[in-house]
Structure formats: C-alpha cells, structure tokens
C-alpha cells in the first residue's frame, strides 16, 4: 500500500534540500540557483525564494527576490521551473549579494510583487 | 526615521540563518539546534524544525520535529525558546538522524501534532 514519495499529495520538503536548487525555464535552460528562501515571522509562510545567477546575461552577483508562489518544482527537470524572459529578469527589482535588503520596508516588497504582478503574501 | 530590524513588525528571516541556530529553555540553558525546517509544499507554510541534541539527556542522535508554532524567537537568547521538560523530550516522537521520516504519511504527522496538543497546519 506503500506509494512512491512523488506521488504523495501532502509531503514536504527540507529547507536545506530546496537551497541550492537550480532554477529553469520550462525548455530546461538553467537561469540560476536558489540561494535560500525568505520566511514571514508571522505568518511561517515561504515569501520569497532568493536567486542567485552565475553571470547569466550579465546579471552576475545579482539577487533576484522571486515570489514563491511564481516558482513550480518540475520533477522532469528536477528543477524549480520560472516563466521569466531574460528582459524581465534583466529589469526585475534585485540587490547586490553582498548587501542586505531592508526585509523590514514594506515598500520595497510592495515593488517586487507588482513587478511580476503576484499577490502579496500577507493579504490585502 | 529608521528604526532597527528587530523592531520591525513585518520582517522576514532567511532559512538559512535559523538552520543551525540554538534552542533553548526560558532559563537559558540549551537544549538542541535546529537543523532544518519541513516547509508544506502546497501551502509554502513552515510545518515542522527539526531538532537535533548534541547528547543532550542521551538523546543522541535522534532527529525531533516540532510543530513550528511552538517555537518562539527569544532576542536576549539569541535563540528559539521552547518550554518542554525534559521527560516530554525523552517520549517525543522522533527519527534517527541517519533514517529518512515519512512525510508523506499524515498518520505520522498527527501523532507528532496530538504529542504536542498543537494544532495542525493544514487545517482540519
């Protein structure tokens, strides 16, 4: 009666398994990796994953934000899997690797979700 | 007008920076780490960290997961808190390190809620 893991409707996922993770366009095209993920305190909800780019289209030591809720897992690919062309990640809201972002201004998480057009985590 | 992070109501935290971080009772003394957090992949919530002991009360190498809404952040601690005793540690429901647990068995799952009288993530 046992069932393969995949299959399983409720199961979850380590944190550490999901960092490092590469991050795809549907053709299979690796576009970077997730760094880690952003958790809301209240909430313990996933907000964001942080994407990490080793020097694809020049994006270089960028970190991209990405809402989680844009990500899907691709088993296929094994892979996170992102419908995002290069011109929209190339003008999509980031921060140095070497910087902080102010997770604290709700703001500049406001710009984020507006860019790529998804609902905010934390409701209207 | 800026205020420091810890003040801030709405912030995130990197999952990356509560793995490994020390749990703690309310006295200070130290009872584990968290190793990692099972995140639901459905709801993107936080269900599970995953508290290892460094030979704590001969608790080994045993792997406990804990509901995350009883983990509380302590600032002065540096920690997370959580107030169990040390006989509720010993009889928790647990894996070894080594062992892969079913996550995808909610039978298992709600062993670990009813242990701790917490409610579940998904809702009832």
């Known amino acids: 009666m046992t069932e393969p ?3 399983k409707k409720h199961s979850l ?12 366009r549907a053709s ?4 970077g990796r997730i760094e880690r993920l952003m958790l ?7 907000a964001y994953a942080i994407l990490s780019f080793g020097g694809f289209l020049g994006i270089g030591n960028k ?3 990405i809402p989680w809720a844009l990500l899907t897992y691709n088993k296929k690919l094994d892979a ?12 999509a809201p980031y921060y140095e ?6 997770w604290g201004d709700r703001s500049h998480e406001l ?4 860019y790529y057009r998804s609902p905010t985590y934390w409701g209207y």
Do not use: M, N
Not at 13 to 24: K, L, P, Q, Y
Not at 40 to 46: A, N, R, T
Not at 111 to 114: D, F, P, V
């Open 63 to 65: 970190h991209l934000p």
């Open 40 to 46: 809301d305190k209240v909430s313990g909800k996933v």
């Open 13 to 24: 996922i380590a944190s550490d398994r999901i960092e490092g993770t590469a991050v795809r």
């Open 5 to 7: 893991v995949a299959e």
């Open 28 to 31: 299979g095209e690796k576009i």
């Open 97 to 102: 690797a070497d910087e902080e972002f102010d």
């Open 111 to 114: 710009k984020i979700h507006r």
């Open 80 to 91: 996170y899997e992102i419908d995002l062309a290069d011109e929209e990640l190339k003008r």
